[in-house]
């Protein structure tokens, strides 16, 4: 069965951090990109950090480059975020996702909540 458990959400001010997880299961974790998304009420789903499957590379939305850092483990199947300098516009659920390089399936967490605010 595949799990996608993202953890790590939660309430915090501007200017602080939040560290999320990514706990993965049932599929070839080191064979799969690894990518996070954000949704907010009303919007579409945005992609905000992806990591290549040996974690050589990592690509970033402008508007968390220099603030958040995807980085994964293969030997344990987890990924993170490491979110730093949050914004109030930060605030959304944040999922979790995962695209095998094996057979082009994407797998999708259940998300976690976030919310920046005083």
């Known amino acids: 069965q595949v799990q996608l458990v993202e953890s790590g959400g939660g309430l915090v001010q501007p200017g602080g951090s939040l560290r999320l997880s990514c706990a993965a299961s049932?599929?070839?974790?080191?064979?799969?990109?690894i990518s996070w998304y954000r949704q907010t009420p009303g919007k579409e789903r945005e992609r905000v950090a992806t990591?290549?499957?040996?974690?050589?590379?990592?690509n970033y939305a402008d508007s968390v480059k220099d603030r958040f850092i995807i980085t994964r483990d293969n030997d344990n199947n987890m990924a993170w975020l490491q979110m730093n300098a949050l914004k109030p516009e930060d605030s959304a659920v944040y999922y979790c996702?995962?695209?095998?390089?094996?057979?082009?399936?994407?797998?999708w967490g259940q998300g976690t909540q976030v919310t920046v605010t005083l």
């Open positions: 049932g599929f070839t974790f080191s064979s799969s990109t």
């Open positions: 996702k995962a695209v095998s390089q094996l057979n082009d399936y994407e797998y």
């Open positions: 990591i290549n499957r040996t974690g050589s590379m990592t």
